[in-house]
């Protein structure tokens, strides 16, 4: 099961701003950095932003992360009809003794 | 190019075995720990299991610890996992991912179902 909790959707217009939380605990996001994933349909989960708020080459600068506490959030500046997927979360568990994924959100470009 | 392929998937009946391998290429393998990743059907993603890079430390996830072993050949560049006493709710996509830190390489991922 998924510890950690995002909406299940969120939206936007072309342009907009949108963001998406991901609530945890102190074992995982509270001591652990915070990794974000896209998956596109049909297709592996591509790393969209590491270490909190990194941005692996080649990802636009559209999307960014944060954290504070035991929470974290993705956003996506200037939405685009290519950002209609779902993004996951990721974080590891230190009672858990392993990673562990949150519930994942569909954002839908209107 | 980088690269991870997964191969071994396939039908299995309630409580058979699989064995899924996890081909590394493109960057030194023996570097890096590695994981499992399951996707059941429609649902999010699910972390099954991580090996370090020389297999000193070994985790499972509770849904699959007893059942399932991880396994690493860095001669071969490879990662395997040992599927046991399979059930109904094993059917899924099987990723395995890279990792330092964070999973930044993905494979394809390999389907396995467990059905009558």
């Known amino acids: 099961q998924s510890v950690l909790t995002q909406p299940p959707s969120a939206s936007g217009t072309p342009g907009q701003r949108v963001t998406i939380s991901c609530s945890g605990s102190?074992?995982?996001?509270?001591?652990?950095?915070v990794n974000w994933y896209q998956q596109l349909p049909g297709t592996a989960p591509k790393l969209l932003i590491h270490?909190?708020?990194q941005r692996p080459s080649g990802v636009p600068d559209r999307f960014s992360g944060s954290k504070s506490g035991t929470s974290a959030s993705l956003a996506i500046s200037g939405l685009q009809s290519e950002d209609e997927t779902d993004y996951y979360c990721?974080?590891?568990?230190?009672?858990?003794?392993?990673?562990?994924f949150g519930t994942g959100t569909k954002v839908t470009v209107l | 190019e980088v690269q991870l392929v997964e191969s071994g998937g396939g039908q299995v009946k309630p409580g058979g075995s699989l064995r899924l391998s996890c081909a590394a290429s493109?960057?030194?393998?023996?570097?890096?720990?590695m994981n499992w990743v399951r996707q059941a059907p429609g649902k999010g993603l699910e972390w099954v299991s991580s090996?370090?890079?020389?297999?000193?430390?070994?985790y499972y996830a509770d849904s699959v610890k007893g059942r399932f072993s991880i396994s690493r050949d860095n001669a071969k560049n490879s990662m395997y996992l040992q599927m046991n006493s399979l059930r109904a709710e094993d059917t899924a996509v099987y990723y395995c991912?890279?990792?330092?830190?964070?999973?930044?390489?993905w494979g394809q991922g390999t389907t396995v179902t467990v059905s009558s």
């Open positions: 991912a890279r990792d330092r830190i964070r999973m930044d390489v």
């Open positions: 493109g960057f030194t393998f023996s570097s890096y720990s």
């Open positions: 090996i370090s890079s020389s297999s000193s430390y070994i």
């Open positions: 102190s074992s995982n996001i509270g001591s652990n950095t």
């Open positions: 270490n909190n708020n």
């Open positions: 990721a974080a590891w568990d230190d009672s858990l003794n392993g990673r562990v």
